[in-house]
């Protein structure tokens, strides 16, 4: 057996659609157990007082990288079959400007205003219903869109491709990254609480 299943046949639709509801839930759970559930907590990585959200989630594209990795050379997992999205440079800036800049001001991003909602946040009820506005006013307005779009295509490209090494070049610096990353993100919490910067203990102006 060979993966990715679902193409390879050995997954229907069906069953595809059933683990990635599964998958889904898991995620969710964990991210709220990860306390990210909570908009103050969020919105600490923006003071620099709470840098879970960067360990969480550099903690996850390591996880997958290296899972890809020992699985395709395992013979488990074809990486040829795996899809890459394409990058469009400038449209795809502009949509992380205005996905950052709401994560800033609310406190949530997609995922987690789910998670928020689910656990009976307030406030995750109000980000996850302006979510799905946004999505609809979106697909209204897509026709003036479509140009801008899919401008400045790139196609498929790597991590690897950009820097010109090799897969495993690129996959050892990640994690030296990652390391260095984890450790300085832990001074930098200190540094800020030092100064008094506002933390997710309670004196941010998020709702609860």
């Known amino acids: 057996m060979s993966a990715p299943l679902y193409p390879n046949g050995f997954l229907s639709e069906n069953a595809g659609l059933a683990i990635a509801v599964i998958l889904g839930i ?5 991210l709220e157990r990860g306390g990210l559930g909570s908009a103050r907590k969020l919105a ?6 709470d840098m879970t959200v960067f360990k969480v989630m550099f903690t996850a594209i390591i996880t997958a990288m290296l899972g890809l ?4 050379w395992l013979g488990i997992l074809d990486l040829a079959q795996v899809h890459v999205l394409p990058t469009y440079l400038v449209p795809q800036a502009v949509g992380g400007l205005i996905f950052g800049a709401g994560f800033m001001m609310g406190g949530y991003c997609p995922g987690t205003s789910c998670v928020a909602a689910s656990i009976g946040r307030r406030d995750g009820y109000v980000h996850l219903l302006g979510m799905i506005a946004g999505i609809f006013l979106f697909g209204e307005v897509f026709p003036f869109l479509r140009q801008f779009y899919n401008s400045t295509s ?3 490209i790597t991590l690897p491709q950009i820097l010109g090494v090799s897969p495993n070049v690129a996959m050892f610096l990640i994690v030296a ?3 260095a990353g984890f450790s300085l993100a832990t001074k930098v919490e200190r540094w800020a609480e030092h100064r ?7 004196n941010l102006s998020t709702h609860p």
Do not use: H, R, V
């Not at 600490?44 to 007082?49: G, I, K, R, S």
């Not at 008094?196 to 309670?202: E, L, N, R, T, V």
């Open 177 to 179: 990254a990652a390391i």
């Open 26 to 30: 898991a995620f969710g759970f964990f």
């Open 69 to 72: 990795f020992w699985l395709s």
């Open 196 to 202: 008094g910067f506002p933390s997710s203990k309670g």
């Open 44 to 49: 600490a990585q923006f003071y620099l007082t």
């Open 154 to 156: 790139l196609g498929p």
